[in-house]
């Protein structure tokens, strides 16, 4: 960071607490320091050595006392930035609805000062997507956007597929990411309503640069088999798009997919493609983005 700002720019650092271990601990100097302070950039999370073979962990909150001291620092009432270094999807609820921005920075290499500095500055603008789910809660583990379908899916009936005292959706789904400009959807177009097996269908939409800034988007899309001979998830990734968008500047993005991948192994496990009704989903995340669908006949 101190190589990343100019002279003039003080930055101060204290250990507000250990990564473990939840002992004579002190916030006081951490919580001064922050007082005094523009911003507060809080880095947080796991050790190296928590991640990898024989690292199970039965709890994915932040570790120790770390979620206590963002919360000290959170009373300062000055901005917070967190810094997550972590090698699993981690719960953090509190974190995500009280900071001012979170930086996922996984646990990189000797340059991840310069690349994380660079981020933080605005020197360059992230378009980085989550390859996993971040859960609400350690008790919705296994999370994962392409689970299978259940004959009971969430709802406001009690007996369905959902919790009584949490959310069902994850906190962060399979392939969000942030920007420093934002991106708009709209006009999903699919070139047929009908194909057959042996075709290919074009799927297109076009994507603007809503903000403020030139920003890359990687542009996602999934399908989901309607109805099927077997159980198959909910949605699947198939394919997705980075496109670079100046300010205000509207680009349409195509997808050529072909029907043959849309098939799976049957009991025999051999590769089948059935005929039905296949949803479309085209958007920046597994969970948010524009429908449409097609039929595939027999």
Known sequence: MKSAVEEETEIVYTNGCEVTGDEGIDFSTAVQLASDSDVIVAVVGENADMSGEASSRMDLNLPGRQEELLKALHQTGKPVVVILINGRPLSIPWAAENVSAIVEAWQLGVQSGNAIADVLFGDYNPSGKLVATFPYSVGQIPIYYNHPRTGRPASKVKFTSKYIDGPTEPLYPFGFGLSYTTFEYDNLVLSSAEVTKNSCITISVDVRNSGHRSGEEIVQLYISDVIASRVRPVKELKGFKKVI?????????????????????????KYIVEPGLFIVCVGPNSKDGLEDEFFLRG
């Open 245 to 269: 968008l100046q300010p205000g500047e509207n680009k349409t993005v195509s997808f050529e997919l072909e029907i043959k991948n849309l098939g799976f192994h049957n009991e025999e496990m």
